[in-house]
């Protein structure tokens, strides 16, 4: 073994940077070290706005150098495989890492080769095929937009898995929308949301709103409908429908996918994982059910709650809590973790439903107004307010 720390945290994301910065702040601060083998780290969040054209891609990266907190080791390098019984983690550059608490935070895995036509066609130009779901891709949905000819078809898919942030295959779907009002082509064009799942929201509450939004904007709503396979030499995407099996071949020039997504290989592979490849962790604590020293949270954890940034802004403090009650042999204060998530619906330029909720999909609100409705004030905060918080606040462990 090379080396050990006290705190090892697997990934230098949302949640393993904000686990760390909370740890590295504190005035009884553990020795924390970071694997992370990336260059740059991505608020994801924005990724959202920069298809619909609000910002430049740029502005949703960081050089993880810069990110990466003050005190803490920063190993870069892959990790690549788990010993809990020994606690250990080797890495892809072959180095084995000791440590007395492990937290696990390396986010989740899109598999873009899993649905076919669709790693040689998103984002090159041209195909009309996009997606917001990565850096490299996301600006493309905008090009696309400019694009799109009058009378023309824009389809918005939704996998059958759980996906990051529940919300953003559609959030871009409103924003096309209203985008191509603009330049005077929606009239007679089609926009259809082609969802894998049986509901257009998973909390009922927001839920009522979105419906309002969609008869609103005329746009047409296919449940349990799921996106095969797509032609991109044709301009065609094979659906099925998931109650009737019948599938439907649909010509498109626009079609935002939202990719095929989960667990990552190298930790499905391991002890750590539940029976879907997730960090198994206790969904109110966020420690692993099997190994005690092993934490878990964000996108590769086995958490049954949307998989957000907001999320994460809850359960690292209940984490560190818990962790740091086991440093010292004491009982955790700050509570449990409940479930809460977030998902700012964007439904158009300067117009936002802030939806909040917990594991009962029940609402979990944070403002003394009725959040179901759309609010210039929330477009705002998601747009300057929330990426200011990110990188001033929440990677900086002050919330
Ligand atoms: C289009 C889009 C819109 C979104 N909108 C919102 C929103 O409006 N609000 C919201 O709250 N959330 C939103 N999200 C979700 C949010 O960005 C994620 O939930 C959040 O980034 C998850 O954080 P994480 O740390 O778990 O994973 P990530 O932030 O993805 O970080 C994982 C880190 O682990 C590293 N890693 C990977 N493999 C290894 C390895 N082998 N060893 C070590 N490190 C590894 C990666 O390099 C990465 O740095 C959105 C996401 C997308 C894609």
């Not at 910002?55 to 810069?66: D, G």
């Not at 779907?173 to 509901?199: N, P, Q």
């Not at 086995?302 to 042999?329: E, F, N």
């Not at 307010?385 to 900086?396: D, F, T």
Request: charged share 20%; proline share 7%.
């Amino acid at each position: 073994m090379t080396n050990s720390h006290q705190v090892l945290i697997v990934g230098g994301g949302t949640a393993g940077l904000t686990v760390a910065s909370q740890l590295v702040t504190r005035d009884d601060a553990p020795e924390v070290a970071v694997i992370e083998p990336a260059d740059t780290h991505y608020y994801q969040p924005l990724w959202t706005l920069i298809g619909g054209g609000v910002f430049p891609k740029e502005e949703s990266a960081r050089p993880m150098a810069e990110v990466m907190p003050k005190g803490v080791t920063w190993i870069q390098d892959a990790a690549a495989s788990f010993d809990p019984d020994n606690n250990t983690v080797t890495t892809a550059g072959g180095d084995t890492y000791g440590y007395d608490y492990l937290v696990m935070a390396a986010g989740l895995q899109i598999n873009w080769d899993a649905l076919p036509g669709l790693a040689e066609s998103v984002g090159q130009p041209g195909t009309g095929v996009v997606s917001n779901y990565s850096y490299e891709t996301c600006e493309t949905t905008w090009d696309a937009i400019q694009q799109f000819p009058k009378g023309g078809t824009a389809l918005f898919t939704e996998p059958t898995m759980g996906v990051k942030c529940g919300g953003a295959p559609q959030k871009i779907m409103y924003l096309t929308d209203e985008a191509l009002r603009r330049r005077g082509v929606r009239d007679g064009s089609r926009i259809a949301f082609m969802k894998a799942k049986g509901a257009l929201f998973s909390s009922k509450p927001y839920e009522e709103t979105l419906y309002k939004v969609v008869e609103r904007k005329d746009i047409e709503v296919n449940l349990m409908t799921e996106l095969t396979e797509i032609h991109p030499d044709q301009k065609e995407a094979v659906f099925r429908n998931l109650e009737t099996e019948e599938e439907t071949t649909i010509g498109y020039d626009l079609l935002h996918v939202v990719p095929p997504m989960g667990p990552l290989d190298f930790i499905a592979d391991s002890p750590l994982a539940d029976e879907e490849g997730w960090v198994d962790v206790d969904a109110e604590t966020l420690q692993h059910t099997r190994y005690p020293n092993v934490f878990g949270l964000g996108d590769n954890s086995s958490l049954p709650t949307s998989k957000t940034g907001a999320a994460i802004r809850k359960q690292a403090p209940v984490l560190v809590d818990h962790l740091m009650a086991q440093i010292h042999h004491t009982t955790p204060v700050n509570g449990t973790y409940n479930g809460y998530t977030s998902c700012p619906l964007v439904t158009g330029y300067g117009k936002l439903v802030m939806a909040e909720f917990d594991y009962d999909k029940e609402p979990d609100e944070s403002f003394p107004f009725d959040q179901t409705q759309e609010r210039y004030s929330m477009y705002a905060l998601k747009a300057y307010g929330l990426p200011r918080m990110y990188w001033n606040g929440m990677l900086k462990g002050r919330m």
